[in-house]
Structures are given as structure tokens and as C-alpha cells.
């Protein structure tokens, strides 16, 4: 069936089989390989993705499901000029090792900080709760978020 | 995932009819994230998916003169944004909080829930306290019942052959009663419950005496469980430690939990015990300061 | 199609309007017309490569940055023209005789190119130390992690189906799960021969018998840890590919390339020189990604099909099939002067070997040396062995037996100090390695900082506090 969607701010559409999760559609027919897979059920949240402004896990979403939606991926987050600051403060915070929990771990926290500008520790640990990382232990991620936050919020002063 | 094929209906009458037509061949699709999990593993005899959530009767939460009228269809991150079940029904957000993480609970619905109905439903006690009545829909029409009646059994519901869940009402006078709501899991997020607990009363005029109090307790039986006994012995007993600690006993009698490689039927006793206690102690607490 | 945002009755709109108002951008954002964004690569600078000290200057990940971007790219993310897809049958049994495997259903299916079967492989055996670990199974299966035969197809869903028309005809064996048992007699032997023990160790030093006869105290216990799988967040993937001088390039999550390039010579019998193992950027390794899995399979299947194949792991073939840490079952008996000076250590590891050798020789080793700690023990003796058992391969994880006996050397040392009524810290102290000290192999070991971290972490902690 043919599936239409925006995704970052851009019209995108595939001819895909019903059964194919948003996942899939976004890694293999349309080259977006920033979201991964890690487990294919919803656990490790490499595969976080947000659409109409909620982070969900793509592996559990069907493409058909999200169609007509604006969906934002890691790849949408930068521009020719700039990276956005959550990527800034995780390359210069060190805040990831292997990289792989990375797209989702960004998008995990682009959807808190665009909700809740200044979240408390507790608060970016229970919205990344849904976001595995078996590197790093997670401090630093956390920490990021945290620099993130106040970066994005002086940007808007 | 095996081939399957997808609808989207716009009518509660389309999707009935659609499931009524293709049989054991068909199913309803809510939020997702029990079903497509089940699907990778084995799709069985399922060969179309209907999907439900964008159904108009479904969806929404409104204030209406009965109550509060909750779509099947809300997700848990739509209830936990919600300011007038922040406000009405704080238990209710507390148990959408406990579900998965943020992306599940952006995709998992209250419907989805209830229907997949596991003795650990997260947000199923405190429906069960604040007297939550739920709407069928069905080749035959509409219908209501208290939704201690819904759960039948382990995964087994009281729907019948292509019946959807449409709504679920929290009754005007639950609105705003004081509750509470508790779940214990091996994490803090991500987890299954061992045990949840929530419980819901008023005091009288006097200040001290316990009215219509609720408890109700998941994991611990094959359904989520309203403890009657417990809270016939509540009933009109002063709100005291002693009377709580005591209905603690007795909830723990009217549970039934099992040993699995979870937890020993034993841990999930004790744990019962100071959730009864805490749940009832702490509703007590909201209710002398409102 | 309705879409739910727009059929939301709550103040989820007041929330999108008020999220709105919040957004940060103040220049709206040029997306250039292809996506998806290609930022320009400038790399930060490290000073770290300048003439200057290394030590306390700051050295930013170079692969932060494409990390961030999403643009990393993973073996999965790799696509190439015309590439299928394989997956591997695993074994239904723990421990079993293959009778027959009958793949022409799976064949006859339309969109599968090729199946495999152990048969087929040229040398069916590899392994770091012992090479008795096959491809593919193809006479016993001895774990359910076993893969007995693979499928190239289209895509991944006809592979996975396809798995499902090969037929196996198995003779169910006895299997052995508790490495006691199988040290046992009546024990069936795994691979063969007349024990299942396939490697040992033996550290001696001084006389332990003679110095438990003049210890205070003597301590005996046993201890055991657990399996633990990696869970790297990547699951194992690899692709592989042949051009037209017959060389096979294989691009693969596997950690260690150089190996794994002997492995597949050894295996294809290929000269090392048709062959090309590309490793990228690893999603996690911790010690799972160290020997081949899929590779040698895809190689044939490529070849068998013309097009590039490409396998990546289920999370349930993680945990079954990928190596596991090795369960230790460690029993110690320590001899202890009243003052709580060590004076003897006798240990015996059994080392829950799994069905293949795998990395147990560097395990058996590495535990075997650190088995008594890190303290001045003049009296040792070690003896180790690492028993099959029809589990889960029992591989490399990162400590290689280091965490398992740290487990029971320091749990003993609690115990030593809470029944002397000594302060768990000056037990260690007053045992722990110095500059100069010798270990159990009597190497002199230098940049000994033990005390002093010991006693910098307790004045960190509040040690002292807490104990008055």
C-alpha cells in the first residue's frame, strides 16, 4: 500500500506491505538508517522516532499506521549550519561510545526538552527510561541532557 | 512479520462489520505494542488488522454529566498530559506512569490495556476504585457494565465475538475522591508489576470514619482484584493505623498470588501487606486535607 | 485517513499550541533539497596529537560527531545492489545425532536462491585453541544455539519461512547441563573421548597443606556466578560478497578482523589472500563479537547465489546462540592467622565450558592466575578445569574469569573479617599487593597502587564515619 508521510518538514512516500512496521519503512525503503534495530520489540528504544510531537518506538508502529503524520528523525534534527544543541552536548559531553543507542537517545530527549525545558534529573531519567545503553552506564547521557537544556534555553533568552 | 493486511476504519460500525466478516481471520489493532510484539512471534490465523484508534467514539477524554468519559483509544501519554485527569483522577495518571516508558506509553491505550487484560494491568486497580464503568459496542448495539464485570480471566475478557471496547467512565461522584495508586516491579521502569495496589475512600462529616472505601489489588490473582472483604471490614471503622494494619491481613487473605521466576507467592504477601497499608494510609492523609 | 492528533478531545492541543510557543529555533531551518542532511565534516581537533603531554588534555571522540548525526554507519545499515538475505536454523535439541536434513521444501519456495548445510562447508571445524566448533552442525548438535543449516532468500520474511520447510530428523542423546555432572563418570561425553574436561590449570606455590596445619583459622566455602550474555545493543550482522578474481569480501560486526580471517581461510580453505573482512564501527562488543559466527555461511551462500547476503541476529539468537560469560563454580579454603594475615589459599574452579572451547583458554588462564586476589599469599595452590556442558558457548566477556573470582576472593574476605571481628578494610590493607610484591606466578608486579586507592576511595566514602 502506498504510505504517505512528512517526515522532517519533507513529503516522503513507499509503496510498502501492509505489515511493515515504520521502522522498517524508514531504514530500507527510504534510506533513513539513523533509527536501529536493536530487539524488533519495543524494549531497547534504538528505534525511538517521534511523530505528531510523541516519541514512539518505530519497530511497534505499522508504516500504515503513520501515514498522513509529520514524523522527525535523528537526520532531521541538524541543518547545513548547525548542530542541534542536544547533538552538540552529547559530542562535546562524550556522552556516547559505541553510538548506537545514540538516534534514539537524542530523540528521546528532544522529546522531553521540547516539553520540559528544564528537567530535574529524576524527570530525564524516567523519559529516557525507555532508552538502552549498555556502554557508558549512562551518566554522561544524562548529564548532556541536562547541558542541553540550559543551552536551549539561553538560545531562547 | 508474516503478511498481513491493514485497515483503518472510520466508524465503529466499519470496524465491527470488518471483524464480523473475516472471523478468526481478523483482529483489532489498538496501540500496538502488546500486539505486534505477538505478531512477530506468531501471527496464527491473522491475516488482516483493523486498526481502531482513529475511530472518533473511541477517542477523547470529556467531561460529561455522568463523569469523566475516557476513549478506549486515549493513550497513556495522552491521560498523563490530560489536566482534568491530573486534577479528577490522579490514581489513574499514577498507573499510566508506571507503564513501560514514554514510547510505549505514546503508543499504549487504556482499551489496549484492559483488553489484553494480564492479572498486572497497570491501570486497571485504580478503575477498579474509582467504580469505573466501561462501554461495549457490538453487532448489537451498546452496552455497560462495571468494570469489575470486564475481567473474566487471565487475557480473557467479557467481550464478546466482535465487541470493541468504546469508553470507559469514571463516575462524577469518583471524580476528585481521594486515592491512591502504587506498583512494585524488579525496576523502576520497563517492569511487569509483582504487585500493584490502589485505594480510594472518603471521610465522613467527623473527620475520622471511613466511607465507601475501595482497594484494589493486581498480580495477585488471575483477574485484577476488588478485595470486597477488605473493604467491608473498612466501612465505617475509624481511620486509624490499627484498622489500616488490619485490612492489610485481611487483603492479604483475599489475594492469591503465585510463586513464578519473578517472586515467590511469599514476597508478593508482604508486599501486599505494605501496599494496602500505604495506599490506605496515604488516601486517609489527601482526604483530611481536602 | 483520520489521523489521531486531529481527533483528540483534550488539551493535547493547548499543549501542541503551547510547545509552539516554546520553539527554540530562531532562524527558520534551510533543509537543502536531498536528505538527508550531509553536514560538512569538520572534526574537532584533539590536542592530544600536538607535542604536548596526552595526560589531562581534553580528547573529543572523533566519532561523536557522525554518532550525534545518525550517520554511522552500523553493518546493518549497509545495502548493497541485489543483496539477499540469510538466516540460520538452530538445533530443537540440546544434544542430538543429526539424522538427515532435507532442505528441498525450503528450496522449492519462491524467492529462496540457495540453502546451506554443514556438509558443504569445506573445513566444518574453528576455533581460538581448540578447533572443535563447527560451522554448521553436521553430524551432533550439542546446544540449541547449534545453527544445522541456512536459507538465502529475497528477504528476510521468505528466509525466516523458509526455515520453517527444512526438515530434521534428529536422535535425541543424553544431554549433561550441571558441569559437576558432567565432570561425573556416567556423564555422556560431549565430544567424545573419555572426559568431558577439555582444559586445565594448575598454580602452585609453596606448601599450602603444611601452612593450613599452622593457620589460626581456616575458612571453606563455595561460590558460583551465573551465565550473562552481552547484550550489545547491536545485534551480530554480517555481509558478505565475492568479486570477479574470486576474492570474498566480508563486512562484519566481528571484533577481531585478523582472526577472523584465519578462521575463514581455514574454513573456506581459501588462501588469506581472496579474502577481505571489513569490521566497522561495532554497536557494543564486550568480548561477543570475538570470533565468527554467520560469516563463513554468508561466504557460501554468496557464492552459491551470485548476489551479496547479508544475516543479522534475532535478540533471541543472542541470547542462544552468541557466547555467554562461563559460569564458575569456585570452592575456597583459606588458611588465616588470628591478626587476619593470609597465609594459604587452595582453590578449585570448575569452569562451565558450554558446548565449544571458544575463549575458555584464555578464561581458564586469567582466572586461574587472579583466583587468589590481589593480596601476599606465600602458599597456593590453584587447579582449574573447564568442563562441556550442552549450553550456550561459553566465550570471551570482558574480565575473562577476572569477575568471577573477584566475586569469591572478596566475599571470603568478608566473611574472614566479619568472624575475626577485623575492619574489612584493614583485612585488606594489611594483605593487599605493595610495590615489589610477587604474584601467584611469582611475576614482581610495579605500579602496585592498591593501598592507595583503597584507602582514597575510604576517605571519599566517609569510611570511617560510617563504621563508628
Known amino acids: 500500500m502506498m504510505v504517505q508521510l512528512t517526515i522532517n518538514g519533507e513529503l516522503k512516500q513507499a509503496d510498502v506491505p501492509p505489515e511493515t512496521t515504520l521502522l522498517k519503512m524508514l531504514r530500507e525503503y527510504l534510506n533513513l538508517t539513523g533509527a536501529k534495530l536493536g530487539c524488533d520489540v519495543g524494549d531497547c528504544g534504538t528505534c525511538t522516532v517521534i511523530v505528531d510531537g510523541e516519541s514512539v518506538n518505530s519497530c511497534l508502529m505499522l508504516a500504515a499506521r503513520a501515514a498522513g503524520s509529520e514524523i522527525t528523525t535523528i537526520e532531521g534534527l541538524a541543518n547545513a549550519q548547525q548542530l542541534h544543541p542536544i547533538q552538540q552536548s552529547f559530542e562535546e559531553l562524550g556522552a556516547l561510545q559505541c553510538g548506537f543507542c545514540g538516534p534514539g537517545m537524542i530523540m528521546s530527549a528532544k522529546n522531553l526538552l521540547d516539553k520540559n525545558p528544564e528537567p530535574s534529573n529524576a524527570e530525564i531519567r524516567d523519559a529516557l527510561s525507555g532508552n538502552l545503553c549498555r556502554c557508558t552506564g549512562y551518566t554522561k547521557i544524562i548529564e548532556a541532557v541536562a547541558d542541553a537544556g540550559q543551552a536551549m534555553n539561553s538560545a531562547e533568552a | ?290 | 485517513m483520520a489521523t489521531r492528533t486531529k481527533d483528540v478531545q483534550t488539551d493535547a492541543d493547548e499543549l501542541v499550541t503551547a510547545r509552539e510557543a516554546r520553539a527554540p529555533a530562531k532562524q527558520p531551518l534551510t533543509l537543502p533539497a536531498d536528505d538527508p542532511v550531509a553536514f560538512p565534516l569538520q572534526l574537532p581537533e584533539s590536542k592530544a596529537r600536538l607535542q604536548t603531554p596526552a595526560v589531562g588534555q581534553r580528547a573529543t571522540r572523533p566519532d561523536g560527531r557522525l554518532h550525534g548525526l545518525g550517520q554511522t554507519q552500523y553493518i546493518d545499515d549497509l545495502t548493497f545492489p541485489h543483496m539477499i538475505h540469510a538466516k540460520v536454523l538452530r538445533s530443537e535439541h540440546a544434544h542430538a545425532r543429526i539424522v538427515s536434513i532435507d532442505t528441498s521444501s525450503a528450496e522449492a519456495m519462491p524467492g529462496v536462491l540457495a540453502t546451506l548445510t554443514g556438509k558443504e562447508i569445506p573445513r566444518n571445524s574453528f576455533g581460538p585453541t581448540l578447533q572443535d566448533q563447527p560451522v554448521l552442525a553436521d553430524d551432533v548438535v550439542r546446544h540449541r544455539g547449534d545453527g544445522v543449516a541456512a536459507v538465502a532468500a529475497v528477504t528476510e520474511q521468505i528466509a525466516a519461512d523458509a526455515l520453517e520447510k527444512i526438515k530434521v530428523e534428529y536422535e535425541p542423546l543424553r544431554p549433561v547441563f550441571d558441569p559437576l555432572e558432567a565432570l561425573g563418570d556416567d556423564a555422556p561425553r560431549i565430544h567424545g573421548g573419555d572426559t568431558n574436561i577439555y582444559a586445565s590449570k594448575v598454580i602452585k606455590k609453596g606448601d599450602v597443606e603444611k601452612a593450613f596445619a599452622e593457620s589460626d583459622h581456616v575458612f571453606e566455602r563455595r561460590y558460583q556466578t551465573q551465565m550473562v550474555e552481552h547484550v550489545p545493543l547491536e545485534p551480530h550482522a554480517s555481509i558478505a560478497s565475492w568479486d570477479g578474481n574470486g576474492r570474498v569480501s566480508i563486512w562484519s560486526s566481528l571484533g577481531r578482523i585478523t582472526l577472523g580471517r584465519e578462521d575463514l581461510a581455514r574454513t573456506l580453505e581459501l588462501p588469506q589472500s581472496k579474502i577481505r573482512l571489513i569490521g566497522t564501527i561495532v554497536g557494543g562488543n564486550f568480548g561477543g563479537k570475538n570470533e565468527i559466527t554467520n560469516e563463513p555461511i554468508l561466504a557460501m551462500l554468496s557464492r552459491k547465489t551470485g548476489r551479496p547476503v547479508k544475516s543479522v541476529f534475532t535478540r533471541g539468537d543472542e541470547f542462544v546462540s552468541s557466547t555467554i560469560r562461563h559460569p564458575f563454580t569456585m570452592d575456597y579454603k583459606t588458611g588465616v592467622m588470628n591478626d587476619g594475615t593470609i597465609i594459604a589459599r587452595k582453590i578449585r574452579i570448575i569452569l562451565d565450558g558450554g558446548a565449544y572451547c571458544s575463549w575458555t583458554g584464555t578464561t581458564i588462564g586469567k582466572g586461574s592466575i587472579l583466583a587468589p586476589g590481589p593480596y601476599n599469599i606465600d602458599n597456593i595452590h590453584v587447579e582449574a578445569y573447564a568442563v562441556y556442558t550442552n549450553k550456550t558457548t561459553t566465550g570471551a566477556m570482558r574480565g575473562f574469569g577476572a569477575p568471577q573470582v573477584c566475586f569469591a576472593y572478596e566475599s571470603q574476605m568478608d566473611e574472614i573479617a566479619h568472624k575475626l571481628g577485623i575492619d574489612p578494610l584493614e583485612i585488606r590493607l594489611k594483605n593487599a599487593f605493595s610495590e615489589g610484591s610477587s604474584s601467584p606466578t611469582s611475576q614482581t608486579l610495579q605500579a602496585v597502587a592498591i593501598k592507595e586507592s583503597l584507602n582514597q576511595a575510604a576517605q571519599r566514602f566517609g569510611w570511617k564515619e560510617w563504621q563508628a
Open chain 2, 1 to 290: 512479520m508474516r503478511p498481513f493486511d491493514y485497515i483503518a476504519p472510520s466508524s465503529a460500525q466499519e470496524a465491527i462489520a470488518l471483524l464480523a466478516e473475516n472471523g478468526d481471520s481478523a483482529c483489532p489493532l489498538a496501540g500496538g505494542t502488546d500486539l505486534i510484539v505477538d505478531l512477530k512471534h506468531d501471527a496464527g490465523t491473522i491475516n488482516l488488522l483493523v486498526d481502531v484508534s482513529c475511530i472518533p467514539e473511541f477517542r477523547g477524554i470529556k467531561e460529561t454529566p455522568e463523569g469523566l468519559r475516557i476513549g478506549s483509544m486515549v493513550t497513556f501519554g495522552e491521560i498523563m498530559a490530560a489536566d482534568v485527569c491530573r486534577e479528577m483522577t490522579p490514581a489513574i495518571v499514577a498507573g499510566a506512569h508506571t507503564i513501560g516508558a514514554v514510547q510505549t506509553r505514546n503508543l499504549g491505550t487504556v482499551g489496549g490495556n484492559l483488553v489484553t487484560c494480564v492479572p498486572s494491568a497497570d491501570i486497571a486497580p485504580s478503575l477498579l476504585v474509582l467504580d469505573a464503568r466501561v462501554t461495549i459496542t457490538g453487532p448489537d448495539g451498546s452496552r455497560e457494565i462495571p468494570i469489575e464485570e470486564f475481567f473474566v480471566g487471565p487475557r480473557k475478557t467479557s467481550l464478546q465475538p466482535n465487541e470493541l471496547l468504546e469508553s470507559i467512565l469514571i463516575p462524577q461522584d469518583a471524580l476528585g475522591k481521594p486515592s491512591k495508586f502504587l506498583k512494585h516491579g524488579l525496576r523502576k521502569g520497563q517492569a511487569l508489576a509483582l504487585v500493584n495496589a490502589a485505594a480510594s475512600l472518603r471521610l465522613d462529616t467527623d473527620g475520622e470514619t471511613l466511607v465507601e472505601p475501595r482497594l484494589a489489588l493486581g498480580a495477585v490473582a488471575p483477574v485484577p482484584l476488588r478485595a470486597i472483604e477488605t473493604e467491608a471490614f473498612l466501612a465505617g471503622k475509624p481511620a486509624t493505623d490499627a484498622v489500616i494494619a488490619e485490612a492489610a491481613e485481611i487483603a492479604v487473605t483475599e489475594a492469591k498470588p503465585i510463586d513464578d521466576f519473578r517472586a515467590s507467592a511469599d514476597y508478593r504477601r508482604q508486599i501486599i501487606r505494605t501496599f494496602a497499608k500505604r495506599v490506605l494510609t496515604r488516601s486517609v492523609e489527601i482526604a483530611k486535607t481536602t
